[in-house]
């Protein structure tokens, strides 16, 4: 049976697995499926990303201090992707190890896209009441032109 601290030359990844795996940290939307990682620890503090991106989605609007928050996690959790990235490339690792720091990786990278997109405002909860309010202007508004149209 081989010893956990010491894995066979035949547990650990080839340098084809390996460089597969670097490869596909860097295909395009490697993230797609991958799970928000739970928390994150930050200086001693644990950060909650799921609940995080869910309030972020609730918001209207973000103020400053919370977007300079946003980057500065996002700053944070690029390192901790750039670690487990160059661990991938230059550690010993068995097939497992290695897997497990794929997707700790490629979830990184979904966080950071997620929280990118909060930042920058692109995703927000639609509030059907102003969906149907705009729906109801736009009808009157073609309404209007069509009158106009209609009498020349």
Do not use: Y
Request: net charge negative; hydrophobic share 35%.
């Amino acid at each position: 049976m081989p010893n956990k601290e010491h894995p066979g030359l035949d547990e650990l990844i080839s340098p084809q697995e390996r460089e597969h795996l670097l490869f596909g940290l860097h295909r395009f939307l490697t993230w797609v499926g991958e799970p928000l990682p739970e928390s994150v620890e930050v200086d001693g503090k644990k950060i909650e990303i799921q609940d995080l991106i869910w309030s972020c989605i609730h918001k209207k609007e973000l103020s400053e201090t919370e977007k300079m928050h946003l980057m500065e996690l996002i700053q944070t959790l690029e390192s901790k992707e750039r670690f487990d990235e160059e661990s991938l490339k230059k550690a010993s690792l068995t097939q497992e190890e290695a897997r497990a720091l794929f997707h700790e990786s490629a979830a990184f990278i979904r966080a950071i896209v997620d929280l990118k997109e909060c930042e920058a405002g692109k995703v927000r909860l639609i509030n059907r009441d102003d969906d149907l309010r705009k729906k109801i202007n736009d009808a009157k508004k073609w309404m209007e032109f069509l009158k106009t149209v209609g009498k020349k």
